[in-house]
T-cell receptor, first 111, second 116 residues
Framework: DQQVKQNSPSLSVQEGRISILNCDYT??????FLWYKKYPAEGPTFLIS?????DKNEDGRFTVFLNKSAKHLSLHIVPSQPGDSAVYFC??????????FGTGTSLTVIP | NAGVMQNPRHLVRRRGQEARLRCSPM?????VYWYRQLPEEGLKFMVY????????ESGMPKERFSAEFPKEGPSILRIQQVVRGDSAAYFC??????????????FGPGTRLTVL
């Protein structure tokens, strides 16, 4: 029973263009969302987060958008760089401090 | 200020042997999570522990897998009688108790288990 879904297992984007990674969740009670980035043979590292009281959070080239009515969030990377090539996981946390991760989207930025 | 530590980084076992994976959370973190990443798949939640308590083990296979987080020492993920399908990368993460503000989990580098 997947609480957080990333329906695109992979995405390829040209360098300099925008990368948009999508994530859907099932429970409207979730109120905090995170994106993690993972390189091969390494653990995931935190990238950016957003609270449900906001609909947008920006950090440099990375922006996360939250649409609560649609239970959807997205991560925008602009401009995309080859070093952004990695697997991106979205995650959420419930009031019991339990994390739920999506299955990940593998981003390839083509030079 | 060490991060989450996992050992060993690589573990090779033959079918039927036992695998023990260790995780030391970040200093001050009392919550530990184990995840498994199978080849070509995403990160799958296994178990969530606090000191001496299993909070949520809904992602753990019903047989052969167990986890503990004792009062002293690292968290241990134990796999008995390993099979080839257990070959995967196992990640541990830790977090402090959830408060307002930053709530991310911090991940260790993972243990790559290979079952021959």
């Amino acid at each position: 029973d997947q609480q957080v879904k990333q329906n695109s297992p992979s995405l390829s984007v040209q360098e300099g263009r925008i990368s948009i990674l999508n994530c859907d969740y099932t429970n409207s009670m979730f109120d905090y969302f995170l994106w993690y980035k993972k390189y091969p043979a390494e653990g995931p590292t935190f990238l950016i987060s957003i609270s449900s009281i906001k609909d947008k959070n920006e950090d440099g080239r990375f922006t996360v958008f939250l649409n609560k009515s649609a239970k959807h969030l997205s991560l925008h990377i602009v401009p995309s760089q080859p070093g952004d090539s990695a697997v991106y996981f979205c995650a959420t946390i419930n009031t019991g401090n339990q994390f739920y991760f999506g299955t990940g989207t593998s981003l390839t930025v083509i030079p | 200020n060490a991060g989450v530590m996992q050992n060993p980084r690589h573990l090779v076992r033959r079918r039927g042997q036992e695998a023990r994976l260790r995780c030391s959370p970040m200093k001050g973190h009392s919550h530990v999570y184990w995840y498994r990443q199978l080849p070509e798949e995403g990160l799958k939640f296994m178990v969530y522990l606090q000191k001496e308590n299993i909070i949520d083990e809904s992602g753990m296979p019903k047989e052969r897998f167990s986890a503990e987080f004792p009062k002293e020492g690292p968290s241990i993920l134990r796999i008995q009688q390993v099979v080839r399908g257990d070959s995967a990368a196992y990640f541990c993460a830790s977090s402090p108790y959830r408060t307002s503000g930053s709530n991310e989990q911090f991940f260790g580098p993972g243990t790559r288990l290979t079952v021959l």
